[in-house]
């Protein structure tokens, strides 16, 4: 079998990345790039490939430590630097996405929120907005099922009070890929909507996420 020591060195995926650029990297080479050596047994191509011909990117992105750990003799840090880089990559859009102009529809921030379609966890995020309704700052409320004792208006509405955003949309996923709200979801909906105009943060809208498609509470009129 072929290893990296027997591929030439200006053929090698880092070696390639800083004489022409990253983008000319294929998916496998980015992968080996960021892996950095394989096993006695196959090189990091051999292994990127592999891995690659199991997970698209979309499922790689979604995959826990656990899930990647042992496959093909990955190790856990091997499965931490790969999960890692796509989080940076994941970060990167949405500050991209952020900073590109104002939010005016609900898709606005269901691309936004990508990431959470496919995801195994369900997460209750804001998106905090400021008087021009361009966002200010967007991050994870609580992790679980949602329900009207799983968090505290002080978790939604703090980080508005100190970035002194005008509003937030609301945005969790259904992690069974049904975006349909729930009676829990409206009640919570209901509850933050009232907490929101005490302290002055609009409530603009509940978004939530399923494997297809979103629901906007408020463009269904639910809120």
């Given amino acids: 079998m072929i290893?990296?020591?027997?591929?030439?060195?200006?053929?090698?995926?880092?070696?390639?990345?800083?004489?022409?650029?990253?983008?000319?990297?294929?998916?496998?080479?980015?992968?080996?790039?960021?892996?950095?050596?394989?096993?006695?047994?196959?090189s990091v191509l051999h292994l990127s490939n592999k891995i690659l011909a199991e997970y698209s990117l979309g499922q790689l992105s979604q995959a826990s430590v656990n899930e990647l750990g042992g496959f093909f003799g990955i190790s856990k840090a091997k499965a931490c630097r790969i999960i890692a880089a796509l989080e940076l990559g994941r970060r990167a859009t949405s500050e991209k996405e952020r900073m590109s102009g104002v939010v005016e529809y609900p898709a606005d921030v269901a691309r936004l929120m990508n990431d959470m379609r496919n995801s195994k966890q369900e997460s209750f995020r804001g998106v905090y907005l400021d008087s021009k309704m361009r966002i200010i700052k967007e991050g994870i409320i609580s992790i679980g099922g949602l329900n009207t004792n799983s968090f505290h208006p002080r978790e939604v509405f703090g980080p508005a009070l100190i970035e002194a955003a005008e509003a937030v949309i609301l945005v969790h996923n259904h992690p069974s890929g049904d975006p349909a709200p729930s009676k829990d979801d409206i009640k919570a909906t209901a509850r933050l909507t009232k907490a929101g105009k005490m302290l002055g943060v609009e409530v603009l809208d509940h978004i939530i996420i399923g494997k297809d498609g979103y629901v906007s509470l408020k463009e269904s009129g639910m809120l």
């Fill in 3 to 42: 290893g990296m020591k027997d591929i030439p060195t200006r053929e090698r995926p880092r070696e390639r990345m800083m004489m022409h650029g990253v983008g000319i990297l294929s998916n496998s080479e980015l992968l080996s790039a960021v892996l950095g050596f394989g096993s006695k047994n196959e």
